[in-house]
């Protein structure tokens, strides 16, 4: 699990803040000096236990002090981030009340709704918003596509992060069921299967290995299932426990696609060729993968797709380059932040292309699914739970 310490450090500068100017504005009301004291205590308690906890070594944590380090991350934004909201209402309304002379108790009321509905928001997306899945039905143009794979359908699911559901397995259940449901004619998954180790995925394989479709369920290798976020006692552990996390998919009837490419057929000749690689982003993620390899003549005229974790390997190697004719590419790894509203994620300021289906100037497309797990905020703000089911057609 990898927690960014500049915005933590700045939220926690942000949060010690506004409980200065609260204090304040408590002792300027005249609140008693033992309330102020006792306010002033429990924040900055608050403040360095978060502080503790985000400053562990997690990478020699084990799964539970992970679990506690997501949640307590989480509490702490869902009070401080309304609490945040609700200091600037108050500080808009002390200094317009000096400007005009009026005490604008209207504002501190709004303030107060807005503050209190952020909250609701935040544990909305904890408790409801993370298991709401929703199946999201596109239409993909593929130029040159075979008569008989009009109208075939794919199945993509992404970002499974079974570690982050320990063992509860109905959510990883509900999920396989719905997919299932749409009759996909091949089934693919675009890697994160776990947070940190193959371990995590033990609990969830007779549940996964129900997936099924005619063509069967393909998957790649995401960032996480390389064990690069948890510390090993030599290089030769990390790998056999990625030999386990292979083995444990292939257990499952699914095939992976590590750097590799297999040729699909329909009636005789038609045909198209599904080809994968290993994890290929921008930094500072490792790059595993080689699209060279897994499909040497990226050139040809046979219609391609290609299963990439990380959506910035699209704008590197294959949009817009005449020399790699891949006429689709499926992703995951953004997850939208696990924030997304009216249409917009601040994932937008990290990714050009986060969530959903894009095109390049030569009529090539991408497509983002922002996942079915979490990792970092046990919650899911708007972005929910995504099973995609895409439709190819004969471009026009």
């Known amino acids: 699990m990898r927690v960014p310490l500049l915005p933590v450090m700045l939220l926690l500068l942000a949060g010690l803040l506004v409980d200065c100017y609260i204090y304040r504005r408590m002792r300027h009301a005249g609140v008693r000096r033992g309330w102020c004291w006792m306010y002033a205590a429990l924040a900055l308690l608050v403040s360095l236990g978060l502080a503790a906890v985000a400053f562990m070594p997690k990478k020699a944590a084990g799964d539970m002090a992970l679990t506690w380090l997501m949640w307590s991350l989480f509490v702490y934004l869902s009070v401080y981030v309304p609490k945040i909201l609700m200091a600037l209402f108050m500080f808009v309304q002390q200094l317009l009340g000096r400007i005009l002379h009026r005490r604008l108790r209207g504002i ?185 390899k897994a499909y040497p003549a990226l050139g040809d005229n046979s219609v391609k797709i290609l299963l990439s974790h990380n959506p910035a390997h699209w704008d590197a190697e294959v949009a817009g380059n005449d020399n790699v004719n891949i006429a689709l590419t499926l992703s995951g790894h953004t997850h939208a932040m696990q924030c997304e509203l009216l249409g917009w994620s601040p994932a937008a300021w990290r990714y050009d292309r986060w969530g959903g289906l894009y095109a390049d100037s030569l009529g090539r497309h991408l497509y983002v699914n922002i996942g079915a797990g979490e990792v970092g905020m046990p919650a899911r703000i708007g972005a929910t739970p995504e099973i995609t089911l895409i439709t190819l057609k004969p471009a026009l």
């Open 108 to 292: 501190a009321i709004v303030g107060g709704i807005a503050s209190a509905g952020l909250l609701c928001l935040l544990w909305w997306g904890a408790l409801f918003c993370r298991f709401d899945i929703d199946v999201r039905n596109v239409s993909v143009p593929v130029k040159g596509l075979p008569p008989q794979y009009d109208g075939y359908r794919i199945a993509q699911i992404s970002d499974m992060h079974t570690g982050t559901f320990g063992g509860d397995t109905r959510f990883v259940e509900r999920l396989v069921s719905e997919v299932n449901g749409l009759r996909p004619d091949i089934i693919i998954f675009t890697g994160d299967i776990v947070n940190r180790h193959s371990a995590e995925l033990i609990p969830f394989t007779d549940a996964l290995s129900g997936l099924c479709a005619p063509d069967g369920v393909w998957s790649i290798m995401g960032n996480h299932d390389y064990g690069d976020y948890r510390a090993w006692p030599t290089p030769s552990a990390r790998q056999d426990d990625i030999d386990r996390l292979q083995a444990m998919q292939a257990s499952m009837g699914w095939h992976m696609l590590n750097n590799s490419h297999v040729v699909l057929r329909r009636g005789g000749n038609d045909s198209i060729v599904l080809v994968g690689v290993e994890n290929i982003g921008d930094p500072p993620f490792t790059v595993y993968g080689d699209l060279a």
